[in-house]
């Protein structure tokens, strides 16, 4: 069964509009940490304090402020810079349309299913589904949800439309920060690791993989809650590949591999 | 942030993690409503009645409300020995092959000393190949699937989702078309004529002119208020006390 209804919204680009419903597409479960004082193992809160008065501050006496030369704020309330489009509006306007392998997953963030509002009679959502995968398109938009500006992708899934936020492009750090230097890496060695890669292509099937040590945690929690001992164990480091065994050390996965 | 190994087959390559998304808005600072004096974040213990700094802080697993298992980093290391230090590419995949669905927070990995080459070797064979590295890696209490991806010659590591933390989606599509054939090839059109190149700076861009122009405004409405000024110590405290605290958050509330 599909998750409860998240939110509701249109659809919009040129004379269309497809009324649609918002459900989660993945949760999370996780063991979940607190933070402890350590003398007294009390659970921590996080609290604003004032750096003058050293008092908690709490958050309705808590505003927004922007620097505008040390020391001096413009008090700006952050609501107002949310709303692009009225929330009332319930509008999810597409911008524009991409091909979909052009957006990058770093930008990717969080992805919802639409279901068709069939309170609000929406003919048009199986065609635009069905024209996104043919084109292999995406479309960009923008919509305001509980007092927050979105901006995310429309795509379609076989017949289902899924909308997924995406990062905006000065929250994403460019690859160019890294600062790489150049190194030559011999045409050999290439076509060696090529080689060695495609050997060890298999399809991707995340049905295989679960959380196994979530459950090997679970299993240290318990012992430590009856009071056993724990043993420690180091964990295991891997000594680095010289630069220059890079190539025999190449050799030998690929013969491992065949 | 972190800091190991990645391998493939018998290639060892030493990396370390970079953050590659951050928080991009023109940020604002959080002030006292009374003083306008700026906030510091701080962990307070409700029972001392204090800020406890961050050496004195430990993670713990509520057992049964209100009790608490305290739980130390060499123990959380010490569950996977095997992947908490190393991450072990599995298999090579066509990241075509990836339902988007699946990603769920980008990194870098950037080589540490000596392992420069063989980064390098990587990134451009996954390039050449169209592959992707699919590993399995832990982190504090989690352990990650993750895509090693190459991105412009460097090395992005992408945490995937499980497969049974993905909603069925099941039943919300409709089984039936309903438009007239004309109103269809009308709305193929509308797509046809809007279609563009990716630009996201584009976004980020306008994003930016509205929050300067509403400052703008601001200014004209307002006088800017001035914080008390402090004696000798920062507003902040020490800044590697807020990072420390800041990185502690990170890894216990939000992700690794």
């Given at each position: 069964m599909p998750s409860g209804t998240i939110w509701k919204g249109?659809?919009?680009?040129?004379?269309?509009?497809?009324?649609?419903?918002?459900?989660?597409?993945?949760?999370?479960?996780?063991?979940?940490?607190?933070?402890?004082?350590?003398?007294?193992?009390?659970?921590?809160?996080?609290?604003?304090?004032?750096?003058?008065?050293?008092?908690?501050?709490?958050?309705?006496?808590?505003?927004?402020?922007?620097?505008?030369?040390?020391g001096k704020y413009l008090i700006v309330d952050p609501e107002e810079l949310e709303l692009t489009t009225p929330e009332s509006s319930r509008m999810i306007e597409v911008h524009e349309f991409v091909k979909s392998a052009q957006i990058s997953p770093l930008y990717l963030d969080h992805t919802y299913y639409l279901e068709p509002d069939s309170d609000l009679k929406a003919p048009g959502y199986s065609e635009l589904a069905e024209l996104l995968q043919v084109m292999n398109a995406a479309g960009i938009c923008t919509w305001t949800m509980r007092k927050r500006s979105y901006l995310g992708a429309?795509?379609?899934?076989?017949?289902?439309?899924?909308?997924?936020?995406?990062?905006?492009?000065?929250?994403?750090?460019?690859?160019?920060?890294?600062?790489?230097?150049?190194?030559?890496?011999?045409?050999?060695?290439?076509?060696?690791?090529?080689?060695l890669v495609n050997q060890l292509t298999a399809p991707f099937e995340p049905y295989k993989f679960v959380d196994e040590h979530q459950q090997r945690l679970q299993k240290l929690i318990n012992k430590k809650a009856r009071g056993e001992k724990v043993v420690l164990l180091r964990p295991r480091t891997l000594q680095p590949t010289p630069p220059d065994g890079l190539l025999q050390a190449l050799e030998a996965s690929l013969k491992k591999a065949a | 942030m972190w800091n190991g190994t990645i391998s493939f087959s018998l290639v060892a390559i030493p990396v370390r993690l970079v953050k590659a998304v951050t928080t991009g808005r023109i940020s604002f600072r959080t002030l006292h409503r009374t003083d306008y004096s700026p906030l510091a974040r701080k962990m307070f213990c409700p029972k001392h009645g204090t800020v406890v700094s961050p050496d004195e802080i430990v993670r713990g697993y509520e057992l049964v409300p209100e009790r608490y298992l305290p739980i130390t980093d060499e123990e959380l290391e010490s569950v996977s020995p095997d992947r908490s230090r190393t991450i072990e590419i599995i298999d090579f995949i066509d990241l075509g092959e990836v339902d988007p669905l699946y990603f769920?927070?980008?990194?870098?990995?950037?080589?540490?000393?000596?392992?420069?080459?063989a980064y390098r070797l990587l990134a451009e064979v996954m390039h050449r190949t169209n592959k992707a590295g699919l590993a399995k890696f832990v982190m504090v209490e989690r352990e990650y699937l993750v895509a090693v991806v190459s991105m412009e010659g460097a090395l992005a590591m992408i945490t995937l989702h499980y497969s049974g933390e993905v909603l069925p989606g099941d039943g919300l599509a409709p089984k039936d078309a309903k438009l007239e054939s004309a109103e269809k090839k009308r709305m193929e059109r509308s797509i046809k004529n809007m279609m563009a190149d990716f630009d996201p700076a584009k976004y980020a861009d306008k994003r930016r002119e509205k929050v300067v122009d509403l400052l703008k405004l601001k200014m004209k409405e307002q006088a800017p208020v001035e914080a008390p000024a402090l004696e000798e110590e920062d507003g902040e405290g020490p800044a590697d006390l807020v990072a420390a605290l800041e990185e502690i958050m990170r890894e216990v509330k939000k992700k690794p």
């Open positions: 249109s659809i919009h680009f040129g004379d269309t509009d497809v009324p649609v419903k918002l459900h989660s597409a993945v949760k999370q479960e996780r063991i979940q940490f607190h933070l402890l004082h350590q003398s007294d193992q009390v659970r921590l809160h996080q609290q604003m304090f004032c750096a003058y008065e050293k008092i908690p501050v709490p958050s309705e006496d808590q505003i927004k402020g922007f620097e505008v030369e040390e429309l795509q379609a899934s076989g017949t289902l439309l899924r909308l997924c936020t995406m990062r905006y492009a000065d929250e994403v750090i460019s690859a160019a920060s890294l600062e790489l230097q150049e190194i030559a890496v011999s045409e050999k060695e290439l076509k060696i690791g090529s080689d | 769920d927070h980008p990194y870098y990995l950037a080589p540490l000393k000596g392992g420069e080459k």
